[in-house]
């Protein structure tokens, strides 16, 4: 079972819409879990930790369930920049740091 | 700042050739990973150091995958008897610390295309 699971997609999305996504995790004590964003041909980039109590940036909303271990991403009013696939990545307990990434959601906002 | 650099950006190697990879990590971080990514996969973690010690190199997917850090600066991955499975854009990242919380930085990646 991969550490960490994701929908590919691809999501397209309206220009202005709101969508969501989530992941799932296997290894029940991890400790860190993040966000990346990575545009097509690009290096991964740090999007947002995730937090236990949830948290927003802007118009991105990150949640964590521990219970479930899913991680979710909420984008509200979509632009069309925002269009890029979004890797749900863990550090799994004992992982020395590593980072333990999904396939990644791919979004298309359309105009 | 300069951020992580890699080198070369792209390589086309005839299967059985050695190739190796170069990562400058960002001046002074400590700590540097090596990732594999396949087309349309998320990165694979390869190998970690941190300084000069290569703490974990269980990514690593057969023993012709080497790494070296020699000086706890830049560092190379090597390649030998490249395979076609081996094709895949190679990912630097470096961190300050070694900590858990600490972001980890990614340079642009080695894209590696094995004939």
Known sequence: RKEVEQDPGPFNVPEGATVAFNCTYSNSASQSFFWYRQDCRKEPKLLMSVYSSGNEDGRFTAQLNRASQYISLLIRDSKLSDSATYLCVVIPEGGNNRLAFGKGNQVVVIP | ?115
């Open chain 2, 1 to 115: 700042g300069a951020g992580v650099s890699q080198s070369p950006r792209y390589k086309v190697a005839k299967r059985g050739q050695d190739v190796a990879l170069r990562c400058d990590p960002i001046s002074g971080h400590v700590s540097l990973f090596w990732y594999q990514q396949a087309l349309g996969q998320g990165p694979e973690f390869l190998t970690y150091f941190q300084n000069e010690a290569q703490l974990d190199k269980s990514g690593l997917p057969s023993d012709r995958f080497f790494a070296e850090r020699p000086e706890g600066s830049v560092s190379t991955l090597k390649i030998q008897r490249t395979q076609q499975e081996d094709s895949a854009v190679y990912l630097c990242a470096s961190s300050l610390g070694g900590s858990v919380q600490e972001t980890q930085y990614f340079g642009p990646g080695t894209r590696l295309l094995v004939l």
